[in-house]
């Protein structure tokens, strides 16, 4: 049995497909910081075994957490999900873990030092969305080995929200023209 190859393939979503105006929250970090470029847009980008292992920590986790949570009966929703229209062509995909009847959690578990009480820059952007996006107050819950939740509320930011939609605007433009070139090129 190899085992890396099951992991990984786990994780595979062959029927995913990148559109060009729809992009989501998780990955506007990515985009800020260049790890997603408009060239590399379309491209399934592949997930290494030691990535594969840290995304299926996580899931695991937060699917603990779940299903605590439904056996619990604590009300909230699991994956609540929102298109925030940015402009006539750009759309913004948001889905929290947690969607409690006050507030949201987005929950984490991070392989790098969180310090305690302290919301890491990379993560304040996914977290920017979600409350503008629920109109709610957000929380970082940092999940921790012996399983806990720390809950970190965010402090919203206008400037953050405004450098967001500022990077989807130039984002979505780039990637147009590469589509567009790509369509040309298929016509050929």
């Not at 929950?107 to 990379?122: A, M």
């Not at 979505?172 to 070139?181: C, L, R, T, W, Y």
Request: charged share 30%; glycine share 4%; net charge positive.
């Amino acid at each position: 049995m190899e085992l890396n190859k099951i992991l990984t393939d786990y994780l595979v979503r062959p029927s995913y497909r990148r559109q060009v105006g729809r992009y989501w929250s998780s990955e506007v970090e990515y985009i800020r910081k260049k790890y997603v470029t408009p060239e590399s847009f379309f491209e399934a980008k592949p997930i290494d075994i030691d990535g594969t292992r840290m995304i299926l920590t996580g899931m695991a986790m937060e699917n603990l957490l779940t299903d605590i949570f439904k056996k619990q009966g604590v009300d909230c929703k699991f994956q609540s999900k929102k298109v925030m229209h940015i402009n006539r062509e750009i759309d913004l995909v948001v889905k929290p873990d947690f969607e409690f009847p006050k507030f949201l959690v987005e929950t984490k578990y991070p392989f790098s030092i969180v310090k305690q009480g302290e919301i890491p820059e990379r993560y304040k952007y996914q977290l920017e969305c979600e409350y503008r996006a629920f109109e709610k107050p957000v929380y970082l819950g940092v999940f921790t080995i012996p399983f806990n939740v720390e809950f970190i509320e965010y402090e919203p930011s206008k400037r953050r929200w405004n450098n967001i939609k500022k990077v989807l605007v130039n984002f979505h433009h780039e990637v147009k023209k590469i589509d567009n070139q790509r369509r040309e090129l298929q016509q050929v």
